[in-house]
């Protein structure tokens, strides 16, 4: 029975209770002990009576007939969930696993908590401690002595935490003084059964701590050995559940027994006083059903307790003899500390605990496994379902796990599926049942536990951390391993962290897995994880003469030690690691080196294994030469396919079955051909004729390309590097293109490569064009490197000889193949369609019908070949009309298999009967057809059709389309065989460009063949007369051209005169040759061997050079520019204009062209819009050499007289840029630049000087001056055109010299600043009027000058004074020095500054500092005549001060702006204004008149004059004023101070004000004090107290802002450092970053905004803020990339707002559609957040469209949102409407509410 003293610990007495009402007392003291909060709160705080009352009405409440029950019963049952579990629950659990440190512990529900070695018992602990002190760890005894799985013991729960994947992780306790705390030595019973642990071992049995501290409880020795049945000791910190058997001394002594059998039945007694408050979990109580509901059972016991049994823990067997008032024995499960919510179980595994709890199901170990065709037998709405496997086993799946974590809950739809698929998750040793998943996501996973994995398994995981030792890696929610660092690479990595990072994909394999520990460690080698080798998971895996792949772990003296997987390992000895003697194995191998090793011996049964590296490197050498002995380079060979892949076939040699590879390239010389042969070859079939190529260790590689065939069967070929020499010609393929050449490969392996100039004879600007990989190629060599053993080719086709026959040979060897893959695609294709086509052949006539006319040609069918497309494109349709329908006969051109398709033609010409063929004869020949390599040509008017290649050459390269052959291109045939056998009956011929006009005879076809030799007088016909050239036709019958240069005589060439004009068409004329041109680029060339002979001749008709006994010199193009000197002038001939590049192109002899560009053309700007009308084709022209070299090759003329650039001339020029501030960029001849200020542009300036140029404007211009490569330039008259130039207003100003003082020049405003008007005088000379000389008005800053006089504006001004030594010129823009209106309109109100009588006056009412005169001298009477221009050094606002001018010229002056929360910045302009109304006070500690450095003023009297006693009472009345004025000054609290010690006054008073210390900095900047103001900033740092952080801020805020203007880099990176660490460091970023924003460092403002995004990712306003900047600056890509990292780092819950708020960066700075864009993402996916409607809203009308705002509208009114916020979006579109619609808009959305509210109904309306 519970003690009244416990039951109520305030005091008082109570009447002594009868045995009926127990349960009435305890109950009631339990409700008091449960609110005793609130009870200890009434006695603190006596007012407190609501607590009380309320506590009155709960336990009036709780009162039922039965008596007071404290836990009310629950409405429903439901399992216990882990939302549930709160710190303080106490529980019982069952121990699951123990490892060294941490014992894991199955809790009720599934749910898994854990205790830790602390959290045992205290003595425990203690001894922990003590023996870890003195280091000796014998006696301690680990936790797997202490538990055992399966021992069910109470705990509590301490701890509740969230795991890195966001599961709770249950942090418990077994301490006795947590688990009882609630029972004290009062409550102690008889028969109570309680947790302890062992304290101590004494002599005669063990002290029991059961957490009360006033009693010792005591268990003898022989109750263990009655237990145990053996001697055996327990140990200090077991852990035993007792039963207490006596009780002494008022519970201070406890006597226990620990029978198992005893203890587990023992129930626990109304008798023992148990309450809510020290109820255990573990007791056993007999219960009685009070209700039974579907999901469980509510019981009663103890009298007066409920409790609850959920369905997994109602036993089975039993569940229909539940009913209510059925007593049943139950176990208490847990108990909620502050519900009092009591969980029970009446399983019957938990009730007769002696008998033990079952580790293993009885179906056997099966988590993990995948369990398809399970039935859902029932459904429990806030817990979960029961399953039923096939096995008829049950299984429970957890309400979470019957849906994906990211979808809504639908068990209802779950419960209706008839089978399920589901894993099994775990087995709940409290529940004794398997917990499943029907999430689809972990179904899928390839595994889910450590026990899913094997070692030698390939896996995937991204890159979790990396740390010093090695990386881990996370292969799932559950899994991760380790990657040791030596296994991060096949080499050891310096800097790993460059290779990997945290997310990286990455592909490893398994090493070994220790399930028990949960440890998996993996590799990332790549020989490892791509080893084809067999692997050796066990010592059974390896036998002797097996080869597998592994590292070494370790190198000794006598070997190394290699490891594979798991624990498989070996030993390498010494004499096994090489074939070369090794002496120390450290230098020659390394730990975690991968090596192919042998298995020698083999012991598994001892677990030992010898190696060899030796023998897997002897293994190879000695199979090396097997496929060398059965197949050796150059031998023809067959083979089977027998696999297709990507880039070619794996084929087995027949007939010994030896691998092979004959890569897709091979299959042909035509590269076209390789794709055909490749698709029609299939797994299986034969190829013969294959020649082997090379072989290495790996592999054999073939070639099926009949001229490498060739080459190797005829011995062409270099066996080895020592076999090839410069000058021999070999057969290769392209093996890689490269940028400087490309890479040709040869038979055995030898590779050259041909350099970029060695490729082609053309000019090649990309290599990619010119060859293809695997291209055939012929190949000479030219270099050898015989140390490096390298050689280079070359491809040239001049220097590389082909044969005619070998064109033929490679012509037949193409369309055979061809024909094959026709006969192979008929065999195997299944089609009659297939035969069909395969039966056609070129120039094989059909008769088809029209099935359609379409622009690109007609489309036919025909009966015969059904299911092809026949086709004829617009060439071969010419002339004849279609009509669908039309019957027609046709000749095939070309036969496609593959897409069965047949391109035909219906000319007449190609249709009619054929005509025989003369071999030997030449024939005009058209192209009909081109398919990539080959070509259908026709003969004459023959109707002959022969198929040729496109290429003569093996190497000839067409680098442009127009190169290329093309349909309807003529060339000249030759016939060879007039019926092939192998072109199947078609004649074979060979063929070039060049068409001859006539047929000729045999004899003149090999005269004509033959060419002309270099030299040769010839006689010829004038066939044609251009302007550059004559085309001559020789007798031979072949033709010749005349350049423009060879046709008179050079020294009778006259300007501007044709010389191709004096040659008439039709006449006889006798030429020599001088050179030829090549066939198909018409290149110049000018002479080769002597006997060489030129197809296409160049002639000469200049009499000097027809006299065959003058011995011609051919000159090269080299030579001839070589020649040539620069600033020579020749004679030169127009040739075209190129207008693409704007130049003129000149010959002056056949193979030089030159070029003009277009500012050398002409001096004259009027001619240069038209410049191709300059100069005619052909015109004689004298030009100057500019530049004239061979490599590179530039030949640059000049026609306007000059070749280069000289101060004082003249030249034309080309505006490229317009500048304010500097003028016109302009573009020079030559490569010249140059640059023409404002002030050099006209000789009388005009406004806005700038305004009449544009860019690409070509203007005269006169070299000035040369200053680091760019010429000054003038576009004066008087400077271009000295002579008819008018006379100049505003002269030229060459230097400061030519100025006086007193002067009015003009000039033109350059920038307006703090300092003053900055006006350009002359390019070189800038002068400055000051504020006060630049307008009469008094301004307060210079920004209102600068608005109203932008840069170039054109100004009259006087030179006030000039100082020669520092080269300033000081001006003046008021009026009454220049006589023009002032700078400012009187539109703005400004007052104007005071001057005369009235500034006297005011003077001398506000006395000046001495500190700030000019100079102190005594006070004197100024005429009044002389003070009228007194205001000449006013600065033109508030506060006035001077210093001397040499100090103050260009020193800036500082001005505070003040705010509301003080000072954010400090601006400094040329004055400083304290308060408008106060502008004239003058403080009166400056006794000297002020002084003007007016020289009128200075000629006044010096001596003091005698003053009048009318004068005497003034001044006196005056200085009375001045005093009250002063007093009235030092009273006012918001006037501000004046000097030095007002400040000092007022910060005694507010020390802590930034705002007086800011003020008082200003006050020194405008005197220009940098250091005072610096050591002011210093001072107020020290002196603000700690606590104003707002005030310090201030502070170092204006600090920064001088440092940036007035101080250096270093010093203001120090200031912000200090700043930093007396700041919070985020604010003084920010500060730091607006300041260099501002003032335009935007480099150095981007650069801290990188690393405050990397330091502070986590904060918001970071992003935003450095998003803001970019925008500003324009960088919307930026800013787009920006905000993806700031998803990345900030919180998901930000992500919304942070999109939003960039989205109004957007619309604000950047990007309207995008800001539009973004908005409309987000609220797609979250549209019930209606404050971002309404932003959106607000940014639309403002940036939108109507159309776009009024559908923005219509979005957002047909929301789900609630009714009361859409009333609002109604009310902002009707007033939109209002604003910006129409009546009938206003009217539409009216209806539209009325709709909405008839929709909702009463809802809406109310």
């Known amino acids: 029975m519970a003690s009244v003293e416990e039951d109520f610990p305030r005091g008082g007495t109570a009447k002594k209770p009868t045995q009926s009402k127990t349960v009435v007392q305890r109950t009631e003291a339990d409700n008091l002990f449960q609110s005793n909060e609130q009870a200890e709160a009434k006695k603190r705080k006596t007012g407190a009576k609501d607590d009380s009352k309320k506590l009155k009405k709960q336990r009036a409440g709780e009162k039922t007939e039965a008596g007071l029950t404290l836990n009310a019963p629950v409405k429903s049952v439901e399992i216990l969930h882990a939302k549930n579990v709160k710190e303080g629950m106490l529980m019982l659990g069952c121990v699951k696993e123990v490892t060294d440190f941490e014992v894991t512990v199955s809790l009720p529900s599934g749910l898994q908590g854990f205790f830790s070695i602390k959290n045992i018992c205290d003595s425990y602990t203690k001894m922990l401690s003590e023996q870890l002190e003195s280091a000796d760890t014998e006696d301690i005894c680990s936790l797997p002595h202490l538990f055992y799985p399966g021992m069910v013991l109470r705990c509590v729960v301490v701890k509740l935490d969230v795991a890195k994947g966001g599961s709770l992780s249950i942090q418990l306790s077994i301490n006795p003084k947590v688990v009882n705390k609630s029972l004290t030595s009062a409550t102690l019973k008889t028969g109570m059964v309680l947790s302890g642990c062992v304290e101590s071992v004494e002599d005669h049995g063990y002290i029991v701590d059961i957490g009360i501290s006033a009693t010792k409880a005591f268990l003898p020795k022989e109750a263990v050995k009655f237990k145990h049945n053996s001697p055996e000791e327990l140990k200090v910190g077991q852990y035993l559940t007792s039963q207490v058997e006596e009780v002494k001394n008022n519970g201070r002594v406890a006597q226990l027994s620990i029978d198992a059998t005893t203890v587990a039945q023992a129930c626990a007694e109304p008798q023992h006083g148990w309450t809510l408050t020290n109820l255990l979990p573990g007791l056993l109580v007999n219960a009685t059903i009070k209700a039974v509901t579907k999901h469980g059972l509510l019981l009663d016991f103890l009298s007066s307790f409920n409790g609850l049994v959920d369905f997994l823990h109602m036993e089975p067997e039993q569940a229909s003899s539940y009913t209510k008032g059925v007593q049943v024995k139950a176990r208490v499960l847990y108990i909620e500390p502050y519900t009092r919510l009591v969980g029970m179980s009446l399983r019957s595994h938990l009730i007769h605990l002696e008998t033990g709890i079952d580790l293993v199901p009885a179906g056997g170990e099966r988590i993990g496994d995948v369990v398809k065709d399970c039935k859902m037998t029932a459904i429990h709405h806030m817990s979960g379902a029961m399953l039923e496997l096939p096995d008829k086993m049950l299984a429970f799946v957890h309400r979470n796990h019957m849906k994906e974590s990211n979808e809504p809950a639908n068990e209802n739809r779950v419960f209706a599926q008839p089978e399920h698929t589901c894993r099994i998750l775990d087995f709940s040793l409290m529940e004794q049942i398997h917990f499943a998943t029907l999430r689809k996501s972990v179904i899928a996973k390839p595994f889910y536990r450590y026990h899913d994995l094997h070692a030698g398994q390939i896996v995937e995981g991204t890159v979790s951390v990396l740390l010093s030792h090695g990386m881990v890696v996370r292969l799932s929610d559950h899994i991760k391993g380790f990657v040791p660092r030596t296994h991060l690479s096949d080499i050891v990595l310096q800097d790993p962290e460059k290779k990997y990072f945290e997310g990286m994909k990455v592909k490893c394999r398994v090493l070994s897995v220790d399930t028990e520990?949960?440890?998996?460690?993996?590799?990332?080698?790549?020989?490892?994880?791509?080893?084809?080798?067999?692997l050796f998971l066990t010592y059974s895996d390896t036998r002797p003469g097996r080869v597998s792949h592994g590292y070494i772990v370790s190198i000794k003296d006598f070997g190394c030690i290699v490891r594979f997987y798991n624990t498989v390992k070996g030993l390498v000895p010494l004499g096994e690691l090489s074939s070369e003697p090794i002496i120390s194995p450290e230098g020659v191998f390394y730990v975690g080196q991968v090596l192919k090793a042998k298995v020698l011996q083999c012991n598994p049964e001892k677990e030992k294994m010898v190696l060899s590296f030796k023998a897997v490197v002897d293994k190879e050498i000695e199979e090396a030469p097997k496929p060398q002995f059965d197949c050796e380079?150059?031998?023809?060979?067959?083979?089977?396919?027998?696999?297709?892949?990507?880039?070619?076939?794996?084929?087995?040699?027949?007939?010994?079955?030896?691998?092979?590879?004959?890569?897709?390239?091979?299959?042909?010389?035509?590269?076209?051909?390789?794709?055909?042969?490749?698709?029609?070859?299939?797994?299986?079939?034969?190829?013969?004729?294959?020649?082997?190529?090379?072989?290495?260790?790996?592999?054999?590689?073939?070639?099926?390309?009949?001229?490498?065939?060739?080459?190797?069967?005829?011995?062409?070929?270099?066996?080895?590097?020592?076999?090839?020499?410069?000058?021999?010609?070999?057969?290769?393929?392209?093996?890689?293109?490269?940028?400087?050449?490309?890479?040709?490969?040869?038979?055995?392996?030898?590779?050259?490569?041909?350099?970029?100039?060695?490729?082609?004879?053309?000019?090649?600007?990309?290599?990619?064009?010119?060859?293809?990989?695997?291209?055939?190629?012929?190949?000479?060599?030219?270099?050898?490197?015989?140390?490096?053993?390298?050689?280079?080719?070359?491809?040239?086709?001049?220097?590389?000889?082909?044969?005619?026959?070998?064109?033929?040979?490679?012509?037949?060897?193409?369309?055979?193949?061809?024909?094959?893959?026709?006969?192979?695609?008929?065999?195997?294709?299944?089609?009659?369609?297939?035969?069909?086509?395969?039966?056609?052949?070129?120039?094989?006539?059909?008769?088809?019908?029209?099935?359609?006319?379409?622009?690109?040609?007609?489309?036919?069918?025909?009966?015969?070949?059904?299911?092809?497309?026949?086709?004829?494109?617009?060439?071969?349709?010419?002339?004849?009309?279609?009509?669908?329908?039309?019957?027609?006969?046709?000749?095939?051109?070309?036969?496609?298999?593959?897409?069965?398709?047949?391109?035909?033609?219906?000319?007449?010409?190609?249709?009619?009967?054929?005509?025989?063929?003369?071999?030997?004869?030449?024939?005009?020949?058209?192209?009909?057809?081109?398919?990539?390599?080959?070509?259908?040509?026709s003969l004459d008017d023959t109707a002959q059709l022969t198929v040729i290649q496109t290429s003569g050459h093996l190497n000839e390269v067409f680098l442009s389309e127009s190169e290329k052959l093309k349909v309807g291109m003529t060339l000249s045939a030759e016939v060879i065989d007039s019926s092939c056998q192998e072109l199947k009956g078609l004649p074979l011929v060979s063929w070039e460009r060049s068409v001859p006009k006539r047929q000729r005879t045999n004899s003149e076809n090999q005269a004509g063949r033959g060419g002309h030799c270099f030299?040769?007088?010839?006689?010829?016909?004038?066939?044609?007369?251009?302007?550059?050239?004559?085309?001559?036709?020789?007798?031979?019958?072949?033709?010749?051209?005349?350049?423009?240069?060879?046709?008179?005589?050079?020294?009778?060439?006259?300007?501007?005169?044709?010389?191709?004009?004096?040659?008439?068409?039709?006449?006889?004329?006798?030429?020599?040759?001088?050179?030829?041109?090549?066939?198909?680029?018409?290149?110049?060339?000018?002479?080769?061997?002597?006997?060489?002979?030129?197809?296409?001749?160049?002639?000469?008709?200049?009499?000097?050079?027809?006299?065959?006994?003058?011995?011609?010199?051919p000159v090269t193009a080299k030579e001839k520019l070589s020649n040539y000197k620069v600033g020579e002038e020749i004679t030169c001939f127009v040739s075209k204009f190129n207008p693409d590049r704007k130049s003129l192109e000149v010959t002056t002899d056949p193979g030089v062209t030159g070029t003009v560009e277009l500012l050398a053309l002409t001096a004259d700007p009027k001619d240069v819009s038209h410049p191709e009308k300059l100069y005619k084709l052909g015109q004689a022209v004298r030009a100057k050499v500019v530049e004239a070299s061979f490599t590179p090759h530039r030949f640059v003329l000049s026609l306007t007289g000059v070749h280069k650039l000289e101060k004082g001339s003249i030249t034309l020029g080309m505006v490229t840029n317009i500048q304010p501030q500097t003028g016109l960029l302009v573009k020079l001849p030559f490569g010249g630049t140059g640059t023409v200020a404002v002030t050099?542009?006209?000789?009388?300036?005009?406004?806005?000087?700038?305004?009449?140029?544009?860019?690409?404007?070509?203007?005269?211009?006169?070299?000035?001056?040369?200053?680091?490569?760019?010429?000054?330039?003038?576009?004066?008259?008087?400077?271009?055109?000295?002579?008819?130039?008018?006379?100049?207003?505003?002269?030229?100003?060459?230097?400061?010299?030519?100025?006086?003082?007193?002067?009015?020049?003009?000039?033109?405003?350059?920038?307006?600043?703090?300092?003053?008007?900055?006006?350009?005088?002359?390019?070189?000379?800038?002068?400055?009027?000051?504020?006060?000389?630049?307008?009469?008005?008094?301004?307060?800053t210079h920004k209102v000058i600068s608005e109203h006089l932008p840069p170039n504006t054109l100004l009259t001004t006087k030179i006030l004074s000039i100082d020669k030594k520092e080269q300033f010129v000081n001006l003046s823009l008021l009026s009454v020095d220049t006589g023009k209106p002032d700078v400012l309109p009187e539109s703005l109100g400004l007052t104007l500054r005071l001057v005369g009588e009235k500034k006297k006056q005011e003077k001398k009412s506000k006395k000046r500092p001495p500190s700030e005169s000019e100079e102190q001298i005594p006070k004197k009477k100024k005429k009044e005549s002389k003070k009228a221009r007194a205001d000449d050094n006013d600065s033109g606002v508030e506060v006035y001060f001077r210093e001397e001018d040499k100090e103050d010229e260009g020193k800036p002056t500082g001005q505070v702006t003040p705010s509301a929360s003080g000072p954010s910045r400090l601006q400094v302009t040329a004055g400083f204004s304290w308060d408008v109304g106060l502008s004239s006070l003058k403080p009166a500690s400056a006794a000297q008149e002020e002084d003007s450095s007016d020289g009128e003023d200075q000629e006044g009297s010096t001596k003091p004059q005698k003053k009048s006693r009318h004068e005497l009472e003034q001044e006196k009345k005056e200085a009375e004023k001045a005093l009250v004025h002063r007093e009235a000054e030092l009273m006012d609290p918001n006037l501000r101070p004046q000097d030095a010690a007002a400040f000092e006054r007022l910060l005694l008073a507010s020390p802590n004000s930034s705002l007086l210390w800011l003020q008082y900095m200003a006050h020194h900047l405008q005197a220009t004090q940098i250091e005072q103001a610096r050591a002011v900033a210093e001072r107020a740092l020290k002196t603000i107290s700690f606590r104003e952080e707002q005030e310090k801020l201030n502070v170092w805020v204006a600090l920064l802002n001088l440092e940036n203007m007035y101080g250096t880099e270093e010093s203001l990176k120090k200031v912000s450092e200090r700043a930093v660490q007396f700041c919070e460091p985020m604010l003084v970023y920010q500060k730091l970053a607006d300041i260099y924003a501002k003032s335009n460092k935007i480099k150095e403002a981007e650069n801290l905004y990188k690393m405050m995004v990397k330091r502070f990712r986590q904060n918001k306003e970071v992003w935003l803020s450095y998003g803001t900047f970019l925008l500003q600056q324009g960088q919307s890509d930026a800013a787009s990339g920006l905000l993806q990292r700031a998803l990345k780092s900030l919180p998901t819950k930000e992500s919304v707002d942070v999109i939003a708020k960039f989205a109004q960066l957007e619309f604000r700075y950047g990007d309207v559609e995008r800001g539009r864009n973004m908005f409309d993402k987000v609220l797609t996916s979250y549209p019930k957040r209606t404050d971002l409607w309404s932003v959106f809203i607000d940014l639309m009308v403002k940036h939108g469209s109507q159309k776009e705002i009024r559908a923005l509208f219509d979005r957002v009114i047909h929301l789900s949102v609630s009714v009361k916020k859409i009333k609002f979006f109604f009310k902002r579109y009707l007033e939109y409407e209002k604003k910006h619609g129409t009546p009938q808009s206003i009217q539409a959305v009216k209806e539209k509410a009325i709709e909405f509210v008839e929709a909702k109904g009463t809802e809406a309306t109310k």
């Open 517 to 534: 520990n949960k440890k998996l460690y993996l590799t990332r080698k790549k020989t490892l994880i791509e080893s084809s080798l067999p």
């Open 633 to 937: 380079v150059g031998k023809r060979l067959d083979a089977k396919v027998l696999k297709k892949s990507l880039n070619g076939l794996e084929l087995v040699i027949l007939p010994d079955e030896i691998r092979a590879v004959l890569p897709t390239v091979h299959l042909s010389d035509h590269v076209s051909n390789c794709p055909l042969l490749w698709e029609s070859l299939q797994e299986g079939d034969i190829i013969s004729n294959l020649i082997c190529l090379s072989k290495n260790k790996q592999n054999l590689t073939l070639t099926k390309k009949p001229t490498v065939r060739w080459s190797l069967e005829e011995g062409v070929v270099a066996k080895d590097f020592s076999e090839i020499a410069v000058g021999i010609q070999l057969v290769g393929w392209i093996k890689n293109i490269m940028s400087y050449g490309v890479f040709v490969e040869f038979p055995y392996g030898l590779v050259g490569l041909a350099p970029k100039s060695a490729m082609t004879d053309k000019f090649l600007s990309d290599t990619t064009n010119a060859f293809q990989v695997g291209q055939t190629v012929m190949a000479k060599v030219t270099n050898l490197d015989e140390e490096k053993r390298r050689f280079l080719v070359t491809l040239k086709t001049s220097e590389v000889l082909s044969l005619q026959r070998d064109a033929q040979t490679r012509l037949i060897n193409g369309l055979q193949e061809r024909r094959a893959v026709t006969e192979m695609l008929a065999m195997k294709g299944n089609r009659d369609l297939c035969q069909q086509l395969a039966a056609l052949s070129v120039g094989q006539k059909l008769k088809l019908t029209v099935d359609a006319v379409k622009d690109t040609g007609a489309v036919f069918k025909s009966d015969d070949l059904v299911g092809a497309t026949i086709l004829a494109n617009k060439h071969h349709i010419i002339g004849v009309k279609l009509t669908e329908g039309q019957k027609v006969g046709a000749v095939i051109l070309h036969v496609d298999m593959l897409s069965a398709c047949v391109n035909v033609s219906i000319l007449s010409k190609l249709m009619g009967k054929k005509k025989s063929l003369a071999e030997g004869l030449k024939y005009t020949a058209m192209v009909q057809y081109i398919d990539k390599d080959f070509a259908v040509i």
């Open 1015 to 1113: 030299g040769e007088v010839l006689r010829g016909t004038v066939r044609s007369v251009k302007p550059t050239c004559i085309q001559v036709a020789l007798e031979d019958g072949s033709s010749g051209s005349v350049h423009v240069s060879e046709v008179v005589e050079p020294a009778e060439v006259r300007l501007g005169s044709f010389p191709t004009s004096s040659v008439k068409m039709g006449s006889a004329v006798t030429t020599r040759v001088i050179g030829g041109r090549e066939a198909s680029s018409h290149r110049f060339l000018p002479f080769s061997h002597p006997k060489f002979r030129y197809t296409i001749s160049e002639l000469t008709l200049i009499p000097s050079k027809l006299n065959e006994s003058v011995d011609l010199k």
């Open 1240 to 1340: 050099d542009i006209a000789d009388a300036y005009r406004p806005n000087p700038l305004a009449v140029y544009s860019k690409d404007q070509f203007i005269s211009c006169y070299l000035l001056d040369n200053e680091n490569d760019k010429w000054q330039l003038s576009l004066r008259p008087s400077r271009l055109n000295p002579e008819k130039a008018k006379p100049t207003k505003d002269p030229e100003v060459p230097s400061i010299n030519k100025l006086k003082a007193g002067q009015i020049v003009r000039g033109y405003v350059k920038s307006v600043g703090e300092q003053g008007v900055f006006i350009r005088l002359s390019r070189s000379i800038i002068g400055r009027a000051e504020l006060q000389h630049a307008t009469k008005y008094f301004v307060k």
